[in-house]
C-alpha cells in the first residue's frame, strides 16, 4: 500500500482537528482537537519517514509526544482551574484578555 | 594621557544629578544647594575649557578618542571647536540661574506629599542637571552615533520637567492645568522623537555608505570630512539628500523652524519659567548647533541643494513668529513665539554661507540664550507674584515694583536687539551675511525688527505701564535672590554688546573652517574702497598707507 | 585731545548708570549730579573746540579708535570716534543746550519723586546723542540713533500711569523702528557695495559706485531721517510724543534729537550729490512736511502740539536745505542751531506757562498772560520773533538763506520749493502769531476747574527762567553772529562743501518776499485772534482746519492701512497656527489613535477567532509559498 495515503488519512484527521477548534465551545473538547491535529502531524512525519526511507520523521514524532504530553499536563490543570472557579469549561466565557 | 577635560565637564553634572537625587527627602533645601554647587563647579570647568582653548590652533581641540562599540565603528570622540566652546560657556553659564530662578519651582509639589520617600525637589533640580550633562556632550561628541545617543535621552529629562512641574494654577482649576502641562510634555515628546526616529534612519544610513566606500564603517566626523576631501569616501547625490533631511528634520524639528514649530509655545506655556529657558536657551541649541556641524558638514553638497527652502522657511519663522507673538495673550507663549522668530533668524544666518552669517548665527545662539533667560526669568517672577500667565491680568506694575519692571523692560529691550545689547550685533551680522548673498532675504527679514519692537514693547506697555490694577498693588519688588539670577545676565548682554570681539575671535575660526568644508566664500564687494582705510584695523596690519 | 572726545560721551553715559543704579539714596542730589556732569561734557566740548579754532581750517577733524567693536571676516566695525566742524557744531549744541534744559528741569521737575530717574534718563540721552554725531562710522552712529530713540522712548513715557503716555512712547519708538530698517539696510548696501560702512572710505569714494546704488542708499538715508526727524510719512509719532515732560519736547523733540535726520542726510553729503534722484525726494519730503506741519500748526489748540507741528515744519526747512545738495548743506545746519536756540526757548516758555496753569496745555484757556509772567513772556515773544523770521533775529538769518537756497536750485524746481518755502513762512507767521495772541494777549479765559481748583498764574523759580534768559539771547543773537563775515559757511565748508547756486531772484528781492509774507502772517492771524475775543470752546471750523486737528488724517490713515490690517492678519494667523498648523500635527496624531481603535475590536477576547486568525494567516502564508514555488 502507497504511504501516500496515511497522508491523505493525516489532512482528513488535521482538518477535522482544526474545525472542532474552531468550532466547539468546550474546553476539553478543544483540547482533544488539538490533540487529534498533533496526532494527525505525527502521522504525517511517520508516513514520510517511511517515504523518504530515514528516521528523521519518527524522532520528530517522539519529540512532538513529549511535548504533547507536556501540554496536556499544563492544559489540563488550567481547565480544571478555570472549571472550579467559573463552573463553565465553555471557552467564550473567559474572554477577559481582551483589552 | 591627558586629562580629560571634557569628560570631566560633563560627567560632573551628571554626577551632581546623581547626588542630589540621593538627598534624604526630609533635607529638601540641602538638594537645592547640593545642585548648585555642582552647577557652579561645571562652571568652572567650563571656564577651564574656555581658557585651555586656543581659538587658533587646530581644528578640534581637547580632543579625547576611545574605541566604544567596535564592530559598528562606534567611538567615543570629544572635540571642541569654537562654536561648541562658546555654547558650553553659554550652558554652563545659564545653569546656575536656571537654578536659583527655579529655586521654589518644586514647592507646591512638597506640600502634597503623597508618601515619605515623595521628594519632588531632588527630582527638579536632579532632571535640570541631567539636562545640562547632556547638552554639553551633545555639544562635545564629534562621532555622530555618540551625539544621537544623547540628542534623544535629552527628551527624557525634559519630558519629566515640562510635565512633572508647573506654574500654580492661578484662573484655571488644577485639573485643567494638569491637563494641559502632560498635552505639552507628550506633544514634546513625540516631535521630538518623531525628528529622533527619523534621524536614526539617516545615521544607519550613514553607516552604510562608509562602510561600503570605506571597509569599515564610521561614524566620526573628522574621518568622514577627510575621505571625502581626500576622494575616498563619495555620496551618490540622492543618497546623501536623503541623509541630509533625516539629520536636518529633527534638528528642525529642535530648533524649532516653521511649521515645525507648535509644540514649543506649550511647552514653554505650560512648564514654569526655569524649564522653559532650559528648552529654548539650552536644548534647543543643540539642534542649531548640529544643523552647522553635522548637516553642513557631513552633507555640504545635499546642503546647498536645500538652501533656497531652508532659507525661505527660515524667512516665515521669522516673520510668522513675531506676528503671532503680537497676536499672543499669554506673556509665556508670547516669548515662546518670540524665541520661534529667533531661531529663523539662526537658521538664516546659518544657510545664508557666509562668514557674517554664521558668526553672526553662532553669537545669536548665545545672546538669545542670555536674553531669553533674562525676559523670561523676570517673566516667570512675574508670573510666580500673581499666579496668572494672561497679559491682560497686569498693569502698572511699574509704579509697584519697579526693579522689576526696569529688568523686564531690559530683557525686553534685549530680545528687540536694542544696540549695546549683545543681540543686536548678531542680529545684525545675521541680517548683513544674508544681505550680502540674497538681498531681498535679507530685507524681508530686517522686517522683522520693527515686529519685534511692537510685540515687546505692547507686552511692556500692558503688563507694567498705565494705572495700577488692584491685583497687583501689593506685588513685592524683586528679592535678592531673584536680582542675584538677573543682574549678572543683564551685566552680560552689556559686555557682549559692547565688546563682544572675544567671542568673535573664538567664534570665527570654526565659521571659516564650516565654510571651507562646504566650499563657500564670501560674495565680494561691488566697488571695494582702497585697503589702505583700513590700516589701522588690527587685522591688516601690513596693508599700506593711513587713514586719510 | 583725541582722548578727550570719547571721555565726551563717557561722562554722561557715567551720570545716566549712576543715576540709574543708585538707588534711592541719591534722589535728593540726582538733579544737581546730572546735570553737573551735563555741564561737565559742555565744558569737555568747549576745550575742544577752542582746541579745534586754534588748528589750520583743513586740518581740525580729530579721529580716535577706541576699540575693534564687531570684526567678522570682510565686516569690520570699530568703536572709534570723529570729531570735524560738523559734529563739533553738535556737540556744543548738545551739550549747551541740553545743560540749559538740566538746569531747567530742576525747577520743573521739583516735585515728582522720581526726578532721579528722570535726570537719569536725560543723561542718557546726551550720552547717546553726543554718540550719534561723534561716530565715525554708520554702524556706531546707528548705536547712537536708536540710543536717543531709547531715550526718548522712556521720556515720552515717563510718566507711565497714564496710558496716552505709554501709547505716545510705544508709538514713538515702533515708527522710529520702521525708520530704522531704512538706516539698517542703508548700511547693508554699503557694506555689500563699498566693504566698508565708515564715513572715511565711503564717503570718499562713494562715487565710484553706480548711480543706481548710491541712490538706493540715499533713499534708505532719506526713510532713516523720515522717521527720526517725523517727516512725512513718518510724522504721526511727534504731535504724540508732546505726553512727555515738557523739557524733554525742547530738548529731544525740538532742538536735538528729531535734527538727527539732517545731520545724517548732511553727513552723507557724498552719497546724495552724486544721486540726484534720491535728492529729489530729500527736497520733496521737506518741502511737504513743512508745509504740512505749519498747517498742523495752525490748527493746534494744545499750546505743545502747536509747537510740534512748528518743530516738524522747521524740519522740513532743514531736510529741503540739504536735500539742495551743497548749496543748502551749510544752511540746514545754520538753521538747525538756530531753531535749537528759538525752539528750545518756545518750549521752555510753554513749559513755564503750563506750571504756572495747573498743567493745562489749551490755549483757548489761557489768555493775557503777559502780565502775570513777564520773564517768560519776554523770553518766548523773542523767540516767537526769531522764528517768524524777524528781519535781523536768528531765525530771520537761516531761513532766508535756505529760502533763497531753494530758488536757487534752479528751474521749475526750483520755484516750487522757493513758492514753498515762502507759502511756509507765511502760515509759520500765521500760526505763531496766533500762539502768542491766544497765551499772553487778550483777556483771561482760565476758570476754576470742578474741584474749584483756579490756576494762579506766576512767573516760574530762577532754575527756569534762566534758561530761558539764556536761550532768548542765543535766538536774538545766533543767527547775526553766524552771518558775520559768513562766519558759518567758512565754518563748515570744509566737511560739508559750499558752492553758490544761480538764483533766478536777487537776494534783496527773497528777503524782501520774506518780509512781505511774514507781515501777510502776521496780519491775518492779528485779524482773526487779536481783534475779536477768542471763543473757550473752538469752533466747528473748516474742514481742513477739522483735518489738521486730527493732524490731517495721518493717524486714521495708518489706522485704516497698517494698523487693522495688521492686527487682522495677526489674529488670523493664531487662528492658522492653532487650527491648521497645530491642526495637522494633532489631526496625524487623532487619526493614528482612530485606526488603533479600530484594529482594538480584532482583538475581542475569544480564544477561536484567535484562533482563526491564525489559521487564516498559516493558510495564506502557505498559499503564497506554493505560489512562489509554482511561479
Not at chain 2, 100 to 106: E, P, Y
Not at chain 2, 479 to 490: D, F, G, N, S
Not at chain 3, 335 to 345: N, R, S, Y
Not at chain 3, 459 to 477: K, N
Request: charged share 15%; aromatic share 10%.
Amino acid at each position: 500500500m502507497s504511504p501516500v495515503y496515511y497522508l491523505y488519512l493525516a489532512a482528513l484527521l488535521f482538518t477535522i482537528g482544526a474545525a472542532g477548534v474552531l468550532i466547539r465551545r468546550n474546553a476539553i473538547i478543544l483540547f482533544m482537537c488539538v490533540e487529534l491535529m498533533l496526532n494527525a502531524c505525527n502521522l504525517a512525519f511517520v508516513a514520510f519517514s517511511r517515504l523518504h526511507g530515514n528516521l528523521d520523521g519518527q524522532i520528530i514524532a517522539f519529540f512532538t509526544m513529549v511535548v504533547a504530553a507536556a501540554e496536556v499536563v499544563v492544559g489540563l490543570a488550567i481547565i480544571v482551574t478555570v472549571f472550579r472557579s467559573r463552573h463553565s469549561a465553555s471557552v467564550d466565557d473567559a474572554s477577559l484578555m481582551k483589552l | 594621557m591627558s586629562f580629560p577635560l571634557l569628560t570631566v565637564t560633563a560627567a560632573v553634572p551628571a554626577l551632581g544629578a546623581v547626588a542630589t537625587a540621593a538627598v534624604p527627602a526630609a533635607k529638601r533645601a540641602a538638594a537645592k544647594w547640593v545642585a548648585l554647587a555642582f552647577s557652579l563647579a561645571t562652571l568652572v570647568l567650563a571656564a577651564l575649557v574656555l581658557v585651555r582653548f586656543d581659538p587658533g590652533g587646530s581644528r578640534f581641540q581637547l580632543t579625547e578618542s576611545h574605541a566604544w562599540i567596535k564592530d559598528f565603528g562606534v567611538r567615543y570622540e570629544l572635540g571642541v571647536d569654537g562654536i561648541a566652546v562658546a555654547l558650553i560657556a553659554l550652558t554652563a553659564v545659564l545653569i546656575p540661574f536656571i537654578i536659583l530662578a527655579g529655586w521654589h519651582d518644586a514647592d507646591p509639589l512638597e506640600e502634597q506629599r503623597p508618601n515619605r520617600r515623595w521628594r519632588p525637589t531632588q527630582g527638579f533640580f536632579a532632571l535640570i542637571l541631567m539636562v545640562e550633562a547632556m547638552v554639553v556632550i551633545s555639544f562635545e561628541a564629534t562621532d555622530v552615533f555618540l551625539f544621537y545617543i544623547f540628542f534623544e535621552a535629552m527628551l527624557i529629562p525634559m519630558y519629566f520637567l515640562i510635565g512633572g512641574f508647573g506654574d500654580r494654577a492661578g484662573e484655571r482649576s488644577e485639573e485643567e492645568t494638569a491637563t494641559q502641562r502632560s498635552y505639552a510634555a507628550v506633544k514634546f515628546l513625540l516631535y521630538n522623537l518623531a525628528g529622533g526616529l527619523i534621524m536614526l534612519a539617516a545615521v544607519v544610513g550613514l553607516y552604510a555608505v562608509t562602510a561600503d566606500d570605506l571597509g569599515t564603517g564610521t561614524f566620526s566626523l573628522q574621518e568622514i570630512v577627510q575621505s571625502r576631501a581626500a576622494g575616498d569616501l563619495s555620496f551618490a547625490t540622492s543618497t546623501e539628500r536623503l541623509l541630509f533631511l533625516g539629520f536636518f528634520f529633527a534638528f528642525a524639528v529642535k530648533a524649532p523652524l516653521w511649521p515645525l514649530h507648535t509644540w514649543l509655545p506649550n511647552a514653554m506655556g505650560e512648564s514654569t519659567a526655569p524649564v522653559a529657558v532650559l528648552i529654548t536657551a539650552v536644548v534647543d541649541k543643540v539642534g542649531t548647533f548640529a544643523m552647522l556641524r553635522f548637516c553642513l558638514q557631513l552633507f555640504p553638497e545635499a546642503s546647498k541643494w536645500a538652501t533656497p527652502v531652508i532659507l525661505v522657511l527660515a524667512l516665515v519663522s521669522i516673520i510668522y513668529g513675531a506676528l503671532l507673538a503680537v497676536g499672543q495673550r499669554d506673556i509665556k507663549r508670547l516669548i515662546a513665539y518670540a524665541s520661534i522668530s529667533h531661531f529663523g533668524f539662526i537658521i538664516l544666518g546659518i544657510f545664508a554661507m557666509t562668514t557674517q552669517g554664521q558668526s553672526g548665527a553662532t553669537l545669536y545662539m548665545v545672546n538669545h540664550g542670555i536674553s531669553t533667560a533674562a525676559l523670561m526669568l523676570v517673566a516667570g517672577f512675574l508670573i510666580t507674584r500673581r499666579g496668572s500667565r494672561l497679559i491682560a491680568d497686569y498693569g502698572g506694575v511699574q509704579k509697584v515694583a519697579p526693579i522689576l519692571a526696569g529688568t523686564f523692560l531690559i530683557g525686553g529691550l534685549a530680545t528687540l536687539s536694542l544696540p549695546g545689547l549683545a543681540p543686536f550685533i548678531s542680529e545684525f551680522l545675521v541680517l548683513v551675511g544674508t544681505f550680502s548673498r540674497y538681498p531681498a532675504l535679507g530685507v524681508i527679514a530686517t522686517v522683522g525688527i520693527v515686529l519685534a519692537a511692537l510685540y515687546v514693547l505692547v507686552l511692556y506697555q500692558r503688563t507694567m505701564t498705565g494705572p495700577v490694577k488692584a491685583e497687583v498693588r501689593s506685588m513685592p519688588d524683586l528679592k535678592a535672590r531673584e536680582l542675584i539670577v538677573v543682574a549678572p545676565l543683564i551685566a552680560l548682554l552689556l559686555f557682549l554688546g559692547v565688546y563682544p570681539k572675544p567671542l568673535a575671535d573664538i567664534v570665527n575660526p570654526a565659521v571659516d573652517h564650516t565654510l571651507s568644508v562646504v566650499d563657500e566664500k564670501d560674495p565680494k564687494p561691488d566697488h571695494p574702497v582702497d585697503a589702505g582705510w583700513f590700516s589701522y584695523s588690527p587685522m591688516h596690519d601690513g596693508a599700506s598707507g593711513g587713514a586719510k | 585731545m583725541e582722548n578727550l572726545i570719547g571721555l565726551l560721551v563717557a561722562v554722561p553715559l557715567f551720570g545716566a548708570a549712576l543715576l540709574l543704579c543708585g538707588g534711592r539714596r541719591l534722589d535728593g542730589k540726582g538733579p544737581y549730579i546730572g546735570t553737573v556732569l551735563a555741564a561737565a561734557s559742555f565744558g569737555i566740548g568747549a576745550v575742544l573746540f577752542a582746541d579745534m579754532l586754534g588748528r589750520g581750517e583743513h586740518d581740525r577733524a580729530l579721529h580716535s579708535t577706541v576699540f575693534s567693536w564687531i570684526p567678522v571676516g570682510g565686516f569690520r566695525a570699530d568703536v572709534a570716534f570723529q570729531l570735524d566742524q560738523l559734529s563739533m557744531t553738535f556737540v556744543l549744541l548738545i551739550t549747551g543746550v541740553g545743560t540749559l534744559i538740566h538746569i531747567y528741569s530742576i525747577g520743573y521737575m521739583a516735585h515728582d519723586e522720581r526726578r532721579r530717574r528722570f535726570f537719569g534718563y536725560l543723561n542718557l540721552f546726551l550720552a547717546a546723542m553726543l554718540l550719534l554725531v561723534l561716530a565715525d562710522n554708520y554702524l556706531l552712529l546707528y548705536v547712537g540713533w536708536e540710543g536717543v530713540g531709547l531715550a526718548s522712548y522712556l521720556l515720552i513715557g515717563f510718566w507711565q500711569h497714564k496710558p496716552s503716555a505709554a501709547t505716545a512712547a510705544k508709538k514713538a519708538f515702533i515708527v522710529n523702528r520702521v525708520g530704522d530698517v531704512g538706516l539698517s539696510i542703508a548700511i547693508m548696501l554699503m557694506f555689500t557695495t563699498f566693504g566698508s560702512f565708515a564715513f572715511a572710505p565711503v564717503l570718499a569714494e562713494a562715487d565710484r559706485a553706480g548711480e543706481g546704488k548710491l541712490t538706493a542708499i540715499g533713499l534708505m538715508l532719506l526713510l532713516a531721517a523720515c522717521g527720526k526727524s517725523a517727516q512725512v510719512p513718518l510724522q504721526s509719532w511727534l504731535g504724540d510724543a508732546m505726553e512727555g515732560p515738557t523739557p524733554v519736547s525742547a530738548l529731544i523733540h525740538a532742538a536735538t534729537m528729531v535734527t538727527a535726520g539732517v545731520y545724517l542726510i548732511t553727513r552723507s553729503g557724498a552719497i546724495f550729490n552724486a544721486a540726484p534722484d534720491a535728492q529729489t525726494a530729500v527736497v520733496t519730503v521737506g518741502a511737504v512736511t513743512l508745509l504740512f506741519g505749519a498747517i498742523v500748526g495752525c490748527a493746534k489748540d494744545d499750546i505743545k502740539k502747536a509747537l510740534a507741528g512748528s518743530t516738524m515744519s522747521q524740519i522740513g526747512y532743514m531736510i529741503l536745505a540739504a536735500g539742495l545738495g551743497p548749496i543748502g548743506y551749510v544752511f540746514a545746519i545754520m538753521h538747525l542751531v538756530t531753531h535749537g536756540f528759538f525752539k528750545a526757548g518756545l518750549f521752555l516758555g510753554a513749559g513755564s506757562v503750563m506750571h504756572s496753569m495747573n498743567d493745562e496745555v489749551d490755549m483757548r484757556k489761557y489768555g493775557g498772560l503777559r502780565r502775570y509772567m513777564p520773564i517768560t513772556f519776554v523770553t518766548f515773544g523773542l523767540g516767537y520773533l526769531a522764528i517768524i523770521g524777524f528781519p535781523g533775529l536768528s531765525g530771520f538769518w537761516s531761513k532766508d538763506k535756505i529760502i533763497e537756497a531753494a530758488f536757487a536750485k534752479g528751474g521749475t524746481e526750483g520755484w516750487i520749493l522757493g513758492g514753498a518755502a515762502l507759502l511756509g513762512a507765511a502760515i509759520t507767521a500765521y500760526y505763531m502769531t496766533r500762539v502768542m495772541l491766544l497765551t499772553f494777549f487778550g483777556e483771561k479765559r482760565w476758570v476754576p476747574d470742578e474741584n474749584g481748583n483756579e490756576p494762579h498764574p506766576h512767573e516760574s523759580p530762577g532754575s527756569m527762567t534762566f534758561p530761558m534768559i539764556v536761550l532768548a539771547f542765543g535766538s536774538v543773537l545766533a543767527g547775526g553772529l553766524f552771518s558775520l563775515n559768513d562766519a558759518f559757511v567758512k565754518w563748515l565748508e570744509p566737511v560739508t562743501g559750499h558752492s553758490h547756486g544761480h538764483s533766478p531772484l536777487s537776494a534783496a528781492a527773497v528777503t524782501g518776499g520774506t518780509v512781505v509774507v511774514l507781515v501777510i502772517g502776521v496780519a491775518l492771524a492779528w485779524a482773526q485772534y487779536g481783534r475779536q475775543p477768542v471763543p473757550r470752546t473752538a469752533p466747528r471750523g473748516s474742514l481742513l482746519t477739522r483735518a489738521a486737528r486730527r493732524d490731517l488724517l495721518q493717524d486714521d490713515f495708518n489706522h485704516v492701512v497698517l494698523v487693522q490690517p495688521g492686527q487682522y492678519l495677526t489674529r488670523g494667523l493664531v487662528y492658522v497656527d492653532h487650527k491648521l498648523v497645530d491642526g495637522v500635527v494633532n489631526g496625524t496624531a487623532a487619526s493614528v489613535g482612530g485606526l488603533s481603535g479600530r484594529l482594538r475590536k480584532l482583538q475581542n477576547g475569544y480564544a477561536r477567532t484567535y484562533a482563526v486568525s491564525m489559521f487564516g494567516g498559516t493558510a495564506v502564508l502557505i498559499a503564497a509559498t506554493l505560489l512562489m514555488r509554482a511561479v
